[in-house]
């Protein structure tokens, strides 16, 4: 199993272009997260997915979209790229939200830098 | 809102003991804890339940104190392997839960 994977691991944007954050698991997971940490700071959720083809904002949603046409992929889309998304973006699965159950497993994280 | 850690940051030598708090201001479901080296993924630790017991695996361990809306997290007899950055991520109900991160503990284990 190769787990939660994502691609790319680095990406230099200019001001205003797009691009997507591509995230695959393998593990049969239902739920699907999107996270940003900025650095020396914490994690803050972007979005989240309870399954294929449902998906609901977490702390953090301006300036980014997402989808969830399958149970392994989520992809994060980034349109008109700002420099406060300098970040390293991690993408995380688990099976469960509930509390007890809900073990979350992270892919190795996208760098992204706007410049 | 987000839980609090404390402290910051800690530096120890090897086989020394930490404690890291995780404190929040609303009344707290599930704590859990993971660790992140530098560069790397978070990877989970453990969950601690509101009504359960302490937990633990080799010497890392963990409490949940429900009165006052507070886990710790316990190294004892640190390895150099242990240095990262301790986050808690906290959950409020039962039910589907989104966690709320704090800001992170870096431990530093030195030889």
């Known amino acids: 199993n190769a787990g939660v994977t994502q691609t790319p691991k680095f990406r230099i944007l200019k001001i205003g272009q797009s691009m997507t954050l591509q995230c695959t698991q393998d593990?049969?997971?239902?739920?699907m997260y999107w996270y940003r940490q900025d650095p020396g700071m914490g994690l803050k959720l972007i979005y989240y997915?309870?399954?294929?083809?449902?998906?609901d904002k977490g702390e953090v949603p301006n300036g980014y979209n997402v989808s969830r046409s399958t149970t392994e992929d989520f992809p994060l889309r980034l349109e008109l790229a700002a420099p406060s998304q300098t970040s390293v973006y991690f993408c995380?699965?688990?099976?469960?939200?509930?509390?007890?159950?809900?073990?979350?497993?992270f892919g190795p994280g996208t760098r992204l830098t706007v410049l | 809102q987000q839980p609090v850690q404390s402290p910051q940051a800690v530096i120890l030598r090897e086989g020394e003991d930490a404690v890291i708090n995780c404190s929040s201001s609303?009344?707290?479901?599930?704590v859990h804890w993971y660790r992140q080296k530098h560069g790397e993924a978070p990877v989970f630790l453990m969950i601690?339940?509101?009504?359960?017991e302490q937990k633990g695996h080799e010497k890392i361990s963990a409490s949940f104190n429900e009165k006052k809306q507070q886990s710790s997290l316990y190294l004892t007899a640190s390895q150099l392997s242990y240095s990262g950055t301790y986050f808690c991520?906290?959950?409020?109900?039962?039910?589907?839960?989104?966690?709320?991160f704090g800001q992170g503990t870096r431990l530093t284990i030195n030889p």
């Open positions: 995380a699965s688990s099976y469960s939200m509930a509390a007890g159950d809900n073990e979350q497993f």
């Open positions: 991520g906290t959950g409020l109900i039962q039910g589907a839960q989104k966690l709320v």
């Open positions: 593990m049969n997971h239902n739920y």
């Open positions: 601690l339940l509101k009504g359960g």
């Open positions: 609303k009344a707290l479901y599930s």
């Open positions: 997915s309870v399954g294929a083809g449902i998906t």
